[in-house]
Protein backbone atom coordinates (compact mmCIF):
# COMPACT_ATOMS: atom_id res chain seq x y z
CA UNK A 1 0.00 0.00 0.00
CA UNK A 2 2.90 2.47 0.92
CA UNK A 3 4.60 1.37 -2.73
CA UNK A 4 1.40 2.23 -4.35
CA UNK A 5 1.26 5.91 -2.53
CA UNK A 6 4.48 6.22 -3.25
CA UNK A 7 4.20 5.42 -7.44
CA UNK A 8 1.29 7.80 -7.64
CA UNK A 9 2.75 10.89 -5.67
CA UNK A 10 5.97 10.39 -7.84
CA UNK A 11 3.24 10.47 -11.58
CA UNK A 12 3.45 13.98 -12.73
CA UNK A 13 -0.11 16.04 -12.73
CA UNK A 14 -2.20 15.45 -16.05
CA UNK A 15 -3.09 18.93 -18.15
CA UNK A 16 -6.80 18.80 -17.04
CA UNK A 17 -5.45 18.62 -13.55
CA UNK A 18 -3.38 20.95 -14.26
CA UNK A 19 -5.72 23.48 -15.55
CA UNK A 20 -8.13 22.45 -12.92
CA UNK A 21 -5.63 24.04 -10.01
CA UNK A 22 -5.25 27.13 -12.26
CA UNK A 23 -7.52 30.47 -11.53
CA UNK A 24 -9.76 30.79 -14.22
CA UNK A 25 -8.19 34.29 -15.01
CA UNK A 26 -4.83 32.64 -15.91
CA UNK A 27 -6.44 29.88 -18.36
CA UNK A 28 -8.57 32.86 -19.81
CA UNK A 29 -5.01 34.46 -20.53
CA UNK A 30 -3.24 31.51 -21.81
CA UNK A 31 -6.38 30.86 -24.40
CA UNK A 32 -6.08 34.49 -25.87
CA UNK A 33 -2.21 34.37 -25.75
CA UNK A 34 -3.03 31.03 -28.06
CA UNK A 35 -5.52 32.93 -30.51
CA UNK A 36 -3.20 35.91 -31.43
CA UNK A 37 -0.23 33.49 -31.62
CA UNK A 38 1.53 35.09 -35.13
CA UNK A 39 1.29 31.45 -36.63
CA UNK A 40 -2.43 30.85 -35.94
CA UNK A 41 -3.35 34.53 -36.94
CA UNK A 42 -1.31 33.91 -40.20
CA UNK A 43 -3.38 30.65 -40.56
CA UNK A 44 -6.52 32.56 -40.17
CA UNK A 45 -5.91 35.25 -42.24
CA UNK A 46 -5.29 32.71 -45.37
CA UNK A 47 -8.31 30.85 -44.56
CA UNK A 48 -11.30 31.37 -46.14
CA UNK A 49 -13.24 32.74 -43.24
CA UNK A 50 -10.21 34.68 -42.80
CA UNK A 51 -9.98 36.59 -46.79
CA UNK A 52 -14.31 37.15 -45.94
CA UNK A 53 -13.76 39.03 -42.86
CA UNK A 54 -11.52 41.25 -44.27
CA UNK A 55 -13.16 41.59 -47.04
CA UNK A 56 -16.11 42.59 -44.77
CA UNK A 57 -14.01 45.15 -43.29
CA UNK A 58 -12.38 46.48 -46.41
CA UNK A 59 -16.39 47.64 -47.70
CA UNK A 60 -17.62 48.84 -44.61
CA UNK A 61 -14.72 50.91 -44.53
CA UNK A 62 -14.57 52.17 -47.79
CA UNK A 63 -18.63 52.71 -47.69
CA UNK A 64 -17.78 54.74 -44.71
CA UNK A 65 -15.01 56.91 -45.61
CA UNK A 66 -16.44 57.19 -49.21
CA UNK A 67 -19.53 59.08 -47.64
CA UNK A 68 -17.55 60.83 -44.98
CA UNK A 69 -15.38 62.44 -47.14
CA UNK A 70 -18.33 63.41 -50.04
CA UNK A 71 -20.19 64.41 -47.48
CA UNK A 72 -17.22 67.05 -45.75
CA UNK A 73 -15.96 68.20 -48.91
CA UNK A 74 -20.23 69.42 -50.01
CA UNK A 75 -20.06 71.53 -46.42
CA UNK A 76 -16.68 72.69 -46.75
CA UNK A 77 -17.70 73.80 -50.88
CA UNK A 78 -21.03 75.59 -49.60
CA UNK A 79 -19.21 77.10 -46.65
CA UNK A 80 -16.75 78.87 -49.43
CA UNK A 81 -20.04 79.99 -51.05
CA UNK A 82 -21.50 81.38 -48.17
CA UNK A 83 -18.63 83.45 -47.31
CA UNK A 84 -18.56 84.47 -50.72
CA UNK A 85 -22.31 85.61 -50.75
CA UNK A 86 -21.79 87.44 -47.03
CA UNK A 87 -18.39 88.60 -46.95
CA UNK A 88 -16.38 88.67 -49.63
CA UNK A 89 -18.82 90.01 -52.79
CA UNK A 90 -20.13 92.69 -50.21
CA UNK A 91 -16.64 93.57 -49.55
CA UNK A 92 -15.48 93.53 -53.13
CA UNK A 93 -18.82 96.06 -54.05
CA UNK A 94 -17.90 97.84 -50.71
CA UNK A 95 -14.24 98.16 -51.95
CA UNK A 96 -15.77 99.93 -55.72
CA UNK A 97 -17.70 102.44 -53.75
CA UNK A 98 -14.70 103.37 -51.68
CA UNK A 99 -12.90 104.24 -54.77
CA UNK A 100 -15.71 105.69 -56.66
CA UNK A 101 -17.02 108.12 -53.79
CA UNK A 102 -13.26 109.49 -54.10
CA UNK A 103 -13.39 109.76 -57.63
CA UNK A 104 -16.71 111.59 -57.23
CA UNK A 105 -15.56 113.37 -54.45
CA UNK A 106 -12.23 115.16 -56.08
CA UNK A 107 -14.39 115.73 -59.21
CA UNK A 108 -16.81 117.32 -56.94
CA UNK A 109 -14.58 119.90 -55.74
CA UNK A 110 -13.38 120.82 -58.90
CA UNK A 111 -16.51 121.39 -60.70
CA UNK A 112 -17.28 123.91 -56.82
CA UNK A 113 -13.89 125.71 -57.44
CA UNK A 114 -14.75 126.95 -60.98
CA UNK A 115 -18.05 128.20 -59.95
CA UNK A 116 -16.16 130.89 -57.67
CA UNK A 117 -17.30 132.50 -54.47
CA UNK A 118 -19.74 130.43 -52.97
CA UNK A 119 -20.17 127.67 -55.21
CA UNK A 120 -23.87 125.80 -56.17
CA UNK A 121 -25.24 123.63 -53.20
CA UNK A 122 -26.29 121.01 -55.70
CA UNK A 123 -22.19 121.02 -55.91
CA UNK A 124 -21.59 121.23 -52.50
CA UNK A 125 -23.93 118.70 -51.47
CA UNK A 126 -22.67 115.85 -54.39
CA UNK A 127 -19.14 116.76 -52.61
CA UNK A 128 -20.07 115.93 -49.18
CA UNK A 129 -22.25 113.22 -49.83
CA UNK A 130 -19.42 111.53 -51.72
CA UNK A 131 -17.37 112.34 -48.55
CA UNK A 132 -19.67 110.44 -46.32
CA UNK A 133 -20.29 107.79 -48.63
CA UNK A 134 -16.38 107.05 -48.70
CA UNK A 135 -15.88 106.85 -44.61
CA UNK A 136 -19.03 105.20 -44.55
CA UNK A 137 -17.66 102.24 -46.73
CA UNK A 138 -14.20 102.55 -44.60
CA UNK A 139 -16.40 101.85 -41.51
CA UNK A 140 -18.23 98.89 -43.88
CA UNK A 141 -15.05 97.12 -44.53
CA UNK A 142 -13.89 96.76 -41.24
CA UNK A 143 -16.28 94.05 -40.88
CA UNK A 144 -15.35 92.51 -43.75
CA UNK A 145 -11.64 90.82 -42.64
CA UNK A 146 -11.91 87.68 -41.20
CA UNK A 147 -10.17 85.26 -43.35
CA UNK A 148 -8.72 87.59 -46.26
CA UNK A 149 -5.44 86.38 -47.65
CA UNK A 150 -4.64 89.94 -47.91
CA UNK A 151 -6.02 90.84 -44.62
CA UNK A 152 -3.07 92.85 -43.28
CA UNK A 153 -2.46 94.64 -46.99
CA UNK A 154 -6.19 95.62 -47.00
CA UNK A 155 -5.84 96.70 -43.63
CA UNK A 156 -2.84 98.78 -44.41
CA UNK A 157 -4.71 100.50 -47.10
CA UNK A 158 -7.55 101.44 -45.50
CA UNK A 159 -5.59 102.84 -42.84
CA UNK A 160 -3.78 105.36 -45.07
CA UNK A 161 -6.94 105.83 -46.75
CA UNK A 162 -8.68 106.83 -43.37
CA UNK A 163 -5.92 109.22 -42.51
CA UNK A 164 -5.63 110.75 -45.65
CA UNK A 165 -9.23 111.53 -46.52
CA UNK A 166 -9.41 114.04 -43.84
CA UNK A 167 -5.86 115.55 -44.59
CA UNK A 168 -7.35 115.68 -48.51
CA UNK A 169 -11.12 117.34 -46.65
CA UNK A 170 -8.83 119.89 -45.13
CA UNK A 171 -6.74 121.18 -48.01
CA UNK A 172 -10.31 121.55 -50.01
CA UNK A 173 -12.04 123.65 -47.12
CA UNK A 174 -8.83 126.27 -46.99
CA UNK A 175 -9.19 125.75 -50.91
CA UNK A 176 -12.67 127.07 -50.60
CA UNK A 177 -12.42 129.90 -47.90
CA UNK A 178 -9.88 131.39 -50.14
CA UNK A 179 -11.57 130.84 -52.72
CA UNK A 180 -14.61 133.06 -51.46
CA UNK A 181 -12.45 135.54 -50.54
CA UNK A 182 -10.80 136.10 -53.54
CA UNK A 183 -7.65 134.88 -53.09
CA UNK A 184 -5.91 133.34 -55.38
CA UNK A 185 -3.37 130.94 -53.35
CA UNK A 186 -6.96 128.67 -53.51
CA UNK A 187 -6.01 127.00 -56.39
CA UNK A 188 -2.76 126.21 -55.03
CA UNK A 189 -5.14 124.81 -52.03
CA UNK A 190 -6.88 122.76 -54.51
CA UNK A 191 -4.41 121.63 -56.67
CA UNK A 192 -2.57 120.26 -53.97
CA UNK A 193 -5.69 118.32 -52.86
CA UNK A 194 -6.09 116.55 -56.37
CA UNK A 195 -2.49 115.89 -56.32
CA UNK A 196 -3.21 114.14 -52.97
CA UNK A 197 -6.09 112.30 -54.28
CA UNK A 198 -4.79 111.28 -57.48
CA UNK A 199 -1.28 110.40 -56.21
CA UNK A 200 -1.98 109.00 -53.13
CA UNK A 201 -5.69 107.99 -51.94
CA UNK A 202 -7.36 106.75 -55.24
CA UNK A 203 -3.74 104.46 -55.63
CA UNK A 204 -4.84 102.81 -52.06
CA UNK A 205 -8.52 102.64 -53.30
CA UNK A 206 -7.53 100.69 -56.03
CA UNK A 207 -5.28 98.48 -55.10
CA UNK A 208 -7.95 97.82 -52.34
CA UNK A 209 -10.30 96.89 -54.94
CA UNK A 210 -8.13 95.04 -56.85
CA UNK A 211 -7.52 92.40 -53.88
CA UNK A 212 -11.27 92.15 -53.47
CA UNK A 213 -12.18 91.47 -57.06
CA UNK A 214 -9.42 88.76 -57.26
CA UNK A 215 -10.89 87.40 -53.73
CA UNK A 216 -14.29 87.24 -55.67
CA UNK A 217 -12.83 85.68 -58.78
CA UNK A 218 -10.28 83.35 -56.60
CA UNK A 219 -13.68 81.70 -54.82
CA UNK A 220 -15.26 81.22 -58.40
CA UNK A 221 -12.40 79.87 -59.82
CA UNK A 222 -11.75 77.24 -57.00
CA UNK A 223 -15.78 76.21 -56.97
CA UNK A 224 -15.70 75.63 -60.16
CA UNK A 225 -12.77 72.87 -60.14
CA UNK A 226 -14.94 69.40 -59.88
CA UNK A 227 -14.24 67.85 -56.32
CA UNK A 228 -11.31 65.13 -57.63
CA UNK A 229 -11.07 63.52 -53.90
CA UNK A 230 -14.72 62.80 -53.23
CA UNK A 231 -15.22 61.35 -56.72
CA UNK A 232 -12.00 59.39 -57.10
CA UNK A 233 -12.95 57.81 -53.91
CA UNK A 234 -16.65 56.87 -54.48
CA UNK A 235 -15.45 55.32 -57.96
CA UNK A 236 -12.78 53.66 -56.01
CA UNK A 237 -15.97 52.54 -53.64
CA UNK A 238 -17.43 50.84 -56.53
CA UNK A 239 -14.63 49.39 -58.57
CA UNK A 240 -13.90 47.52 -55.13
CA UNK A 241 -17.45 46.42 -54.78
CA UNK A 242 -18.15 45.06 -57.85
CA UNK A 243 -14.45 43.18 -57.47
CA UNK A 244 -15.40 41.91 -54.32
CA UNK A 245 -18.85 40.32 -56.29
CA UNK A 246 -16.67 38.83 -59.03
CA UNK A 247 -14.66 36.82 -56.62
CA UNK A 248 -17.68 36.02 -54.60
CA UNK A 249 -18.98 34.75 -58.07
CA UNK A 250 -16.04 32.74 -58.93
CA UNK A 251 -14.96 31.30 -55.17
CA UNK A 252 -17.98 30.86 -53.89
CA UNK A 253 -20.24 29.72 -56.47
CA UNK A 254 -22.69 33.03 -55.98
CA UNK A 255 -23.48 34.88 -59.01
CA UNK A 256 -25.35 37.77 -57.76
CA UNK A 257 -25.18 38.97 -54.18
CA UNK A 258 -27.93 40.89 -53.06
CA UNK A 259 -26.27 42.99 -50.25
CA UNK A 260 -23.36 43.98 -52.56
CA UNK A 261 -25.86 44.87 -55.29
CA UNK A 262 -27.63 47.34 -52.83
CA UNK A 263 -24.29 48.54 -51.52
CA UNK A 264 -23.09 49.17 -55.22
CA UNK A 265 -26.16 50.76 -55.90
CA UNK A 266 -26.19 53.32 -52.83
CA UNK A 267 -22.62 54.37 -53.94
CA UNK A 268 -23.56 54.74 -57.73
CA UNK A 269 -26.39 56.89 -56.69
CA UNK A 270 -24.19 59.09 -54.28
CA UNK A 271 -21.26 59.85 -57.60
CA UNK A 272 -24.15 60.45 -59.86
CA UNK A 273 -25.68 62.92 -57.26
CA UNK A 274 -22.47 64.33 -56.70
CA UNK A 275 -21.55 64.78 -60.19
CA UNK A 276 -24.84 66.52 -61.19
CA UNK A 277 -25.44 68.81 -58.47
CA UNK A 278 -21.96 69.59 -58.25
CA UNK A 279 -21.75 70.19 -61.99
CA UNK A 280 -25.50 72.14 -61.95
CA UNK A 281 -23.70 74.47 -58.92
CA UNK A 282 -20.41 74.88 -61.13
CA UNK A 283 -22.69 76.33 -64.22
CA UNK A 284 -24.82 78.50 -62.07
CA UNK A 285 -21.03 79.76 -60.61
CA UNK A 286 -19.82 80.19 -63.96
CA UNK A 287 -23.30 82.05 -65.36
CA UNK A 288 -22.83 84.36 -62.52
CA UNK A 289 -18.79 84.97 -63.30
CA UNK A 290 -20.24 85.35 -67.04
CA UNK A 291 -23.31 87.09 -66.96
CA UNK A 292 -22.34 89.04 -63.41
CA UNK A 293 -19.02 89.26 -62.58
CA UNK A 294 -17.39 89.91 -65.62
CA UNK A 295 -20.14 92.48 -66.99
CA UNK A 296 -19.89 94.48 -63.82
CA UNK A 297 -15.65 94.86 -63.56
CA UNK A 298 -16.07 96.34 -67.06
CA UNK A 299 -18.92 98.92 -65.71
CA UNK A 300 -17.14 99.57 -62.30
CA UNK A 301 -14.19 100.28 -64.37
CA UNK A 302 -15.89 102.50 -66.50
CA UNK A 303 -17.33 104.63 -63.92
CA UNK A 304 -14.28 104.94 -62.47
CA UNK A 305 -12.66 106.28 -65.81
CA UNK A 306 -16.13 108.63 -66.15
CA UNK A 307 -15.09 110.65 -62.76
CA UNK A 308 -11.38 110.47 -63.74
CA UNK A 309 -12.31 112.69 -67.16
CA UNK A 310 -14.31 114.81 -65.26
CA UNK A 311 -11.45 115.53 -62.94
CA UNK A 312 -9.37 116.33 -65.55
CA UNK A 313 -12.27 118.31 -67.20
CA UNK A 314 -12.61 120.56 -64.71
CA UNK A 315 -9.40 121.20 -63.78
CA UNK A 316 -7.97 122.12 -66.67
CA UNK A 317 -10.12 125.05 -66.01
CA UNK A 318 -9.34 125.54 -62.46
CA UNK A 319 -5.69 125.93 -63.37
CA UNK A 320 -5.85 127.48 -66.91
CA UNK A 321 -3.84 125.17 -68.55
CA UNK A 322 -2.47 125.40 -71.83
CA UNK A 323 0.16 122.74 -71.53
CA UNK A 324 -2.52 119.93 -72.90
CA UNK A 325 -2.14 117.32 -70.30
CA UNK A 326 -5.29 117.00 -68.82
CA UNK A 327 -6.51 116.84 -72.27
CA UNK A 328 -4.62 113.84 -73.14
CA UNK A 329 -6.01 112.44 -69.96
CA UNK A 330 -9.47 113.37 -70.23
CA UNK A 331 -9.10 111.95 -73.95
CA UNK A 332 -7.34 108.52 -72.93
CA UNK A 333 -9.95 108.06 -69.89
CA UNK A 334 -13.28 108.63 -72.57
CA UNK A 335 -11.76 106.80 -75.40
CA UNK A 336 -11.22 103.50 -72.84
CA UNK A 337 -14.72 104.27 -71.59
CA UNK A 338 -16.19 103.54 -74.75
CA UNK A 339 -14.13 100.73 -75.74
CA UNK A 340 -15.67 98.79 -72.72
CA UNK A 341 -19.49 100.42 -73.71
CA UNK A 342 -19.01 99.01 -77.15
CA UNK A 343 -17.53 95.80 -76.14
CA UNK A 344 -20.21 94.80 -73.45
CA UNK A 345 -21.37 91.72 -73.88
CA UNK A 346 -25.23 91.72 -75.69
CA UNK A 347 -25.85 88.53 -73.63
CA UNK A 348 -25.17 90.51 -70.48
CA UNK A 349 -27.39 92.30 -68.03
CA UNK A 350 -28.08 96.06 -68.04
CA UNK A 351 -28.30 96.40 -71.87
CA UNK A 352 -30.54 99.51 -71.18
CA UNK A 353 -28.37 101.14 -68.65
CA UNK A 354 -25.36 100.44 -70.86
CA UNK A 355 -27.21 102.08 -74.38
CA UNK A 356 -28.10 104.92 -72.22
CA UNK A 357 -24.60 105.45 -71.06
CA UNK A 358 -23.47 105.58 -74.39
CA UNK A 359 -25.65 107.96 -75.37
CA UNK A 360 -24.85 110.26 -72.37
CA UNK A 361 -21.22 109.67 -72.99
CA UNK A 362 -21.84 111.01 -77.12
CA UNK A 363 -23.65 114.25 -75.44
CA UNK A 364 -20.61 114.53 -72.95
CA UNK A 365 -18.32 114.54 -75.56
CA UNK A 366 -19.85 117.25 -77.49
CA UNK A 367 -20.09 119.60 -74.63
CA UNK A 368 -16.85 119.02 -74.00
CA UNK A 369 -15.73 119.83 -77.57
CA UNK A 370 -17.81 123.00 -77.28
CA UNK A 371 -15.94 123.94 -73.64
CA UNK A 372 -12.49 123.84 -75.65
CA UNK A 373 -13.90 126.14 -78.64
CA UNK A 374 -14.91 128.40 -75.86
CA UNK A 375 -11.91 128.34 -74.64
CA UNK A 376 -9.94 128.56 -77.84
CA UNK A 377 -11.47 132.22 -78.36
CA UNK A 378 -10.48 133.11 -74.84
CA UNK A 379 -13.79 132.58 -73.53
CA UNK A 380 -13.16 130.93 -70.24
CA UNK A 381 -16.43 132.33 -68.44
CA UNK A 382 -18.56 130.76 -71.78
CA UNK A 383 -16.20 127.33 -71.39
CA UNK A 384 -17.00 127.34 -67.64
CA UNK A 385 -20.34 127.54 -68.50
CA UNK A 386 -20.82 124.77 -70.66
CA UNK A 387 -18.33 122.97 -68.31
CA UNK A 388 -20.11 122.93 -64.94
CA UNK A 389 -23.41 124.98 -65.95
CA UNK A 390 -26.44 123.51 -64.07
CA UNK A 391 -28.55 123.60 -67.55
CA UNK A 392 -30.05 119.99 -69.01
CA UNK A 393 -27.58 120.69 -72.23
CA UNK A 394 -23.84 121.15 -70.14
CA UNK A 395 -21.97 118.81 -69.22
CA UNK A 396 -23.11 118.24 -65.47
CA UNK A 397 -25.92 116.80 -66.62
CA UNK A 398 -24.34 114.76 -68.72
CA UNK A 399 -21.83 113.35 -66.79
CA UNK A 400 -24.62 112.53 -64.00
CA UNK A 401 -26.45 110.93 -66.44
CA UNK A 402 -23.63 108.44 -67.12
CA UNK A 403 -22.84 108.10 -63.72
CA UNK A 404 -26.18 106.64 -62.83
CA UNK A 405 -26.36 104.49 -65.92
CA UNK A 406 -23.42 102.86 -65.17
CA UNK A 407 -24.75 102.73 -61.62
CA UNK A 408 -27.83 101.21 -62.31
CA UNK A 409 -26.01 98.74 -64.81
CA UNK A 410 -23.59 97.80 -61.79
CA UNK A 411 -26.25 96.76 -59.61
CA UNK A 412 -28.00 94.79 -62.09
CA UNK A 413 -25.37 92.56 -62.88
CA UNK A 414 -24.48 92.33 -59.01
CA UNK A 415 -27.78 91.14 -58.42
CA UNK A 416 -26.96 88.75 -61.53
CA UNK A 417 -23.88 87.44 -59.94
CA UNK A 418 -25.51 86.59 -56.12
CA UNK A 419 -28.74 85.15 -58.03
CA UNK A 420 -26.91 82.42 -59.26
CA UNK A 421 -24.66 82.11 -56.03
CA UNK A 422 -27.62 81.84 -54.08
CA UNK A 423 -28.70 78.89 -56.64
CA UNK A 424 -25.20 77.38 -56.66
CA UNK A 425 -25.19 77.25 -52.70
CA UNK A 426 -29.20 75.84 -52.92
CA UNK A 427 -28.29 73.04 -55.43
CA UNK A 428 -25.88 71.47 -52.71
CA UNK A 429 -28.71 71.66 -49.84
CA UNK A 430 -29.16 67.77 -48.50
CA UNK A 431 -26.02 66.36 -50.18
CA UNK A 432 -23.63 66.23 -47.30
CA UNK A 433 -26.45 64.85 -45.40
CA UNK A 434 -27.35 62.53 -48.26
CA UNK A 435 -23.65 61.95 -48.58
CA UNK A 436 -23.33 60.41 -44.67
CA UNK A 437 -26.81 58.46 -45.02
CA UNK A 438 -25.78 56.49 -47.78
CA UNK A 439 -22.55 55.79 -47.15
CA UNK A 440 -23.88 54.13 -43.72
CA UNK A 441 -26.65 52.27 -45.89
CA UNK A 442 -24.02 50.74 -48.22
CA UNK A 443 -21.72 49.79 -45.05
CA UNK A 444 -24.68 48.07 -43.89
CA UNK A 445 -25.51 46.25 -47.16
CA UNK A 446 -22.30 45.20 -47.99
CA UNK A 447 -21.70 43.53 -44.44
CA UNK A 448 -25.20 41.73 -44.39
CA UNK A 449 -24.06 40.42 -48.04
CA UNK A 450 -20.90 38.81 -46.35
CA UNK A 451 -22.42 37.27 -43.25
CA UNK A 452 -24.16 34.41 -44.74
CA UNK A 453 -21.25 33.67 -46.18
CA UNK A 454 -18.99 33.58 -42.84
CA UNK A 455 -21.69 31.92 -41.12
CA UNK A 456 -21.31 28.91 -43.47
CA UNK A 457 -17.18 28.80 -41.88
CA UNK A 458 -19.21 28.10 -37.79
Not at 201 to 217: G, I, K, W, Y
Not at 282 to 289: H, K, L, P, Q, W
Not at 294 to 314: D, F, K, M, N
Not at 415 to 440: M, Y
Request: aromatic fraction near 4%.
Amino acid sequence: MAGTEQLAAARPPSVAAEHARKPLGAVSAASVREHLDPANMRSFAKSSPGRLLALALLLIGLCLTAGGVTASTVSDRQEALRILLDDTEPDSHSAHRLYTSLSIADAAASTAFIAGGVEPEAVRDRYSQAVGEAAAELVIQSGHTAGHADESADVRLRTGIATGLPVYSGLIESARTNNRSGYPVGAAYLSEASNQMQTTLLPMAEELQDHRSEAVNAAQRAHVRPPWMAIGLLILTLAVLVWAQTQLARKWRRTFNVGLLLASAAMLALLAWTVVAGSVSATAMINGRDDGAVPASRLIEGRILTQQARAAETLKLVRRDATGDYDRTYEISIARLADLLDGYPNAAPAGEDVANARAALDRWRASHQRTNEALARGDFVGAAAVATGPGAAQSTAHVDALDRSLDSGITETRNALRKEISQAVLVLDFLATGAIVLGIVAAAYAGLGLWPRLREYR
